[in-house]
């Protein structure tokens, strides 16, 4: 059975990241659509550094660890014997933490800084300014930006999204709001037979579209469906 996975906010709520949209969902007054942009980039470079420094300042905390649901996904894809691709909107880096093997984070990840010159991404856990320049870069003209897409970006990896939606036989939507596109269309591109699952608090634009919902938290629900469903797979 070839398994893709769809993470979003939801999911790394419980361990204490804010969601987007949620009551917390402004940022100074901010909407995250007026910050992540690369026109806000251009006209206000600082405020849009100082966003993501806090977010990764915040990210960086002791306490801030995978919850049951990252760790479920992990230990499941560990046994796993087909295909599984784990696609996180998410610039956390909890999937990885867990010990998730196959993630491709299509928003990019908060602990790594690309090169505006080169698009060369390194790894990096600092705050960024900017004047932060690209070390690597011999010209020094290149200065550092967060490895995350903006709105107006196209997100990593869509080719190998859309292969992996094309031929999957589970699709597992859990803590996303599904209003952002690319992400909130995969669902659309799985076969007919696939079966669809939602994992969310609430229900979203695109729940109709899944064969079956589940409404509840994401650290009771994700371990108790991946429980469940490889009590079937055993049958
Ligand atoms: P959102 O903040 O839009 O949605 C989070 C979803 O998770 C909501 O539907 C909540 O109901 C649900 N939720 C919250 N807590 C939960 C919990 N403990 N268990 C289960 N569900 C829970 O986040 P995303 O859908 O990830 O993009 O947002 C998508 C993209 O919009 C982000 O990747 C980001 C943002 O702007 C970029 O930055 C490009």
Known sequence: MKVVVLTGAGISAESGIPTFRGAEGLWEGHRVEEIATPTAFQKNPELVHQFYNARRRHLLQDHI?????????????????????????????????????????????????????????????????PHTPDPETPSRRGRLRPNVVWFGE????????????????????????????????????TPKNCRRVEINLDATPQSEVFTETIRGLASIEVPKFLKR??????I
């Open 154 to 189: 196209m997100p990593y990896g869509m080719d190998k999204i859309r292969r992996a939606a094309q031929n999957a036989d589970l699709f597992l939507a859990i803590g996303t709001s599904a209003v952002v596109y690319p992400a909130a269309g995969i669902v659309q591109q």
């Open 65 to 129: 660890l995978p919850n049951a649901a990252h760790t479920a996904l992990a230990d499941y894809e560990a046994t796993h014997d087909d295909e599984f691709l784990l696609i996180t909107q998410n610039v956390d880096n909890l999937h990885f933490v867990a010990g998730s093997q196959n993630i491709l984070p299509m928003h990019g990840q908060l602990m790594e800084a690309k090169c505006t010159e080169t698009d060369k991404v390194i790894p990096w856990h600092l705050d960024l300014t």
């Open 229 to 234: 469903l490889q009590s079937e797979e055993t």
